[in-house]
């Protein structure tokens, strides 16, 4: 039981001594990763407003065609 504790001191204090670094390394990681989402949702919204367009000029086209008969 005894030899655990310099080991479990040692661990805890490489902990502490890290603790910044991994602090930094996570918060840049979850700004990545919004980063990575904000990019994603904005291609998503392209696509959207692309679809949109082509179905809106469809519709127009069918509405054209019965407009002119």
Known sequence: ???QIPYASAV?????????????TIRKRRQQELQDMQLRIQQSIQAMREELQQQQQKLLAKIV???SR
């Not at 805890?12 to 930094?24: I, R, V, Y």
């Open 1 to 3: 039981m005894n030899e």
């Open 12 to 24: 805890h204090l490489l902990f502490f001594k890290e603790k910044d670094s991994m602090l930094e």
């Open 65 to 67: 065609r019965c407009v």
